[in-house]
């Protein structure tokens, strides 16, 4: 069984097809990343397979559970991190943490158990008492990820899980994920834009654009079928990186990244030099 299996997964509206025939089966306790551009249809499938929207065609499982047939089991099955904070704001880490835990029906013993197991896995326990408004960017998506745990799921579903952070902390997240991948057993399917992301979490990726899988691998065999290697650099002066870059030959293209300021992606021809 796997841990999700799509068949042709077809999501319309009115005439636009948003996701088109998606084919996946993710295997138990991978990190398997959807990677793709904006409007690519990530978040639109990363809904469907939590059953917050219904497919317009073609079926889906999670844990072998049908999303349109069986929705109280699926969302069991799951966790969830929004590509937008949803947080309370207004009150504690700890309080957060208890308000989900209450939805999900945990009992009183095991949720207090677990909101320290899951505090601390993210590096929070010292915060749990700070209100969520006085967190910064990175500690507030690391709650998230605490919070979509609390339930003991079987699938977490990460939707851009480093959007907006800093280089630094993007890296502390990344550890945080792989670390509960190992630790709480758990399959992790996260969306992102950004391919040094997914060379880095994933085991293997898909890449959609238009709703539609233009290839699935590992990310090291997809980048040996894209011809040009992205060189992934954090940068502290971009502007002196670009006169050295201009002088040389060897970039055959720059991309800024301008979602984190110190990160720079050069195409060249033979990455490995
Ligand atoms: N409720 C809706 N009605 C009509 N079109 C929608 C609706 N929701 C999403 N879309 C369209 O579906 C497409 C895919 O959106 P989706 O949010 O899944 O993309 P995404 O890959 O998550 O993009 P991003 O990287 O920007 O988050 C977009 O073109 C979007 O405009
Ligand atoms: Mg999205």
Redesign the pocket.
Known sequence: MYAIKTENLT?K??E?I??NQLSLNIIKGEIFG?L????????????ILATLLKPTSGSAEVWGYNVLKEQDVVRKSIGIVF?SPSLDFELTGRENLDFHSRIYNLDRSVRKNRIEEVLELVELSDKADTLVKHYSGGMQRRLEIARGLMHYPKVLYL??PTLGLDAQTRRRVWEYIKKLNVSEQITVVL?T?YMDEAEQLCDRVAI?DH?EIIALDSPENLKTTIARDIISLQVVDRKKLLEVLKSSDFAAEIIFNELVEESVYLGVENGEK
């Not at 793709?36 to 809904?47: F, L, Y």
Request: aromatic share 4%.
């Open positions: 999501k509206y009115d636009s948003v996701v959807l793709g551009p904006n409007g690519a249809g990530k978040t639109t499938t990363i809904k590509q939707d851009e969306t834009h959609i709703g």
